[in-house]
């Protein structure tokens, strides 16, 4: 029996007696496991790295940094959060390269690929250029394992050859695509930069081997719809693509067509083909959220973070089948644009639902307009009219805060490209205007147009998630999975 001091009420030893016993139900928790939104649970001596999992997924959103990830869920608010925020481990790293503090893929990738810090843009190679480091993929191929990578932009682009290539120059596409079938991985779900050596080769150099070609002769089967890629059996080593643009990049989420596939199933094949008793590892990567923040797109970035977010609801499918030995984490390289919810514009106030009158990505409808000029069949009212139905601006009518001013229309006009000849600057120079118009009355603000140094998240869910959270470099989660899977470390 507790004796109460002078003074004391009863009903105050009653509510010292109910918080006791709250503290002691949350150690508890705390001590057995938690259980998040999604019914994900995690136990706390998995920081210990007694767990050792054996599907291990590795989730990259390029670009992504905290913002990105509330954007997404306050602009595509359907009544159900991300399924990365409701993850039970969250951690933070930091993402500066060996020689630079602002990263770029090809160092950051790297860093998440080997453990290792590196140059900006080298492919998995000391910043000396001569010595190649392992890749937790390799090493996981080298176990035993199977091993899938996939990205929305190019195969060959900086983050997912990081993990099974070597390069000095990120730049080196034909060169790093050749080492995909010399990685003898199992599963590749991307495109390749094919202009790079496939076309207008200057006279008197000589033409670089076919990658396709390559493949096949190495003994992968290429799909290139769905239909094909659901034909392959498991076991089969298969690079899958569908179509995209110039750059080897699929279309932006907003913009994508019933017949391209998506990342979320990119990766419900990838699960499907790689699925095997020895245990796989699978990297995945949102690459078009960076693309999108290099244009200072939100709206574009928050569906593409949505898209991402839907593969990684795949891998969690999957893990509530094998919670015992699926280990998921989701990180990105770094942060892109410098976004901040909010703006001096608006001040307190913001109103990110009206990006959700956005219906192109900045680039598809900068195309459209340098079709329009090169054309010369639409007017610049024309154009404005397009602006309504395409972002809603103009649109007063409807909410005062679409309405466009004297001034804004000004800006338009001079940035609409008159002649054919100025159809690509002008084009741009308008989606620009449009798109930043709407950004501000949203209350959007950007600082940049490439990388920043902001620190980026961790999600982690599974066995060994805890190992995760907290605040580290971005090696380390490269180091923490060699560890929990037991791959040999780094060397």
């Known amino acids: 029996m507790i004796a109460p001091r002078p003074g004391t009420t009863a009903s105050a030893i009653i509510l010292k007696l109910l918080i006791l016993l709250m503290l002691v139900l949350v150690m508890l928790v705390s001590a057995s496991g938690c259980k998040g939104s999604s019914g994900l649970v995690h136990t706390t001596d998995a920081g210990s790295f007694s767990s050792r999992p054996k599907y291990i997924f590795l989730f990259i959103g390029d670009g992504m940094g905290p913002a990105q990830v509330k954007l997404s869920d306050a602009v595509l608010d359907s009544g159900n959060v991300l399924s990365m925020g409701s993850f039970p481990v969250a951690g933070v790293t930091a993402t500066h390269a060996e020689n ?23 492919i998995s190679m000391k910043s000396n250029h001569r010595d190649t480091l392992r890749t937790i993929a390799e090493m996981a191929k080298q176990k035993g394992m199977r091993v899938g990578i996939v990205s929305s932009v190019g195969i060959d682009n900086a983050t997912p050859a990081c993990f099974y290539a070597h390069n000095a120059g990120r730049g080196n596409y034909h060169d790093i695509a050749m080492q995909m079938a010399a990685s003898g991985f199992d599963y590749f779900g991307g495109g390749y930069a094919e202009g790079d050596f496939a076309h207008n080769r200057p006279q008197g150099v000589a033409v670089k081997p076919d990658i396709p070609s390559v493949m096949k002769a190495a ?7 769905l239909n094909e890629l659901l034909s392959v059996l498991p076991g089969t080593r298969c690079w899958a693509y569908t179509r995209f643009d110039g750059k080897a990049a ?17 990766t419900r094949q990838g699960i499907r083909l790689l699925d095997n008793p020895a245990g796989f590892f699978m990297m995945v990567e949102g690459g078009k959220i960076d693309w999108a923040c290099h244009a200072n797109d939100a709206a574009a970035a928050a569906h593409d973070v949505a898209a991402f977010d839907r593969a990684i609801a795949e891998a969690l499918a999957f893990y509530r089948l094998h919670p015992d030995e699926t280990l998921i984490v989701v990180t990105a390289d770094h942060e892109c644009g410098g976004l901040s919810l909010g703006n001096a514009v608006l001040g307190y106030e913001s109103r990110l639902p009206l990006l959700r009158r956005q219906k192109v990505s900045r680039q598809r409808f900068s195309e459209m307009v340098a079709a329009w000029a090169k054309n010369r069949n639409v007017t610049f009212s024309m154009a404005l009219d397009s602006v309504k139905v395409y972002y809603g601006l103009g649109d007063g009518a409807l909410d005062p805060a679409l309405a466009i001013s004297v001034q804004e229309r000004k800006i338009l006009r001079d940035a609409y490209p008159a002649t054919p000849e100025e159809s690509v600057p002008g084009a741009d120079r308008f989606a620009s205007a449009v798109t930043g118009m709407l950004n501000t009355r949203a209350g959007i603000g950007w600082t940049s147009n490439v990388h920043t140094a902001v620190p980026v998240p961790v999600f982690a869910a599974g066995a060994g998630a805890a190992a995760f959270g907290g605040s580290y470099d971005n090696t380390g989660i490269a180091e923490k999975i060699m560890r929990l899977a037991r791959l040999g470390g780094r060397q």
């Open 219 to 225: 003994g992968y089967r290429i799909t290139t719809d």
């Open 100 to 122: 630079r503090y602002i990263t770029d893929s090809g160092a950051a990738g790297t860093a998440l690929a080997t453990g290792f810090k590196t140059s900006v843009g080298t």
């Open 250 to 266: 699929l279309s932006y989420a907003m913009d994508r067509e019933g017949d391209e596939l998506s990342l979320a199933e990119f």
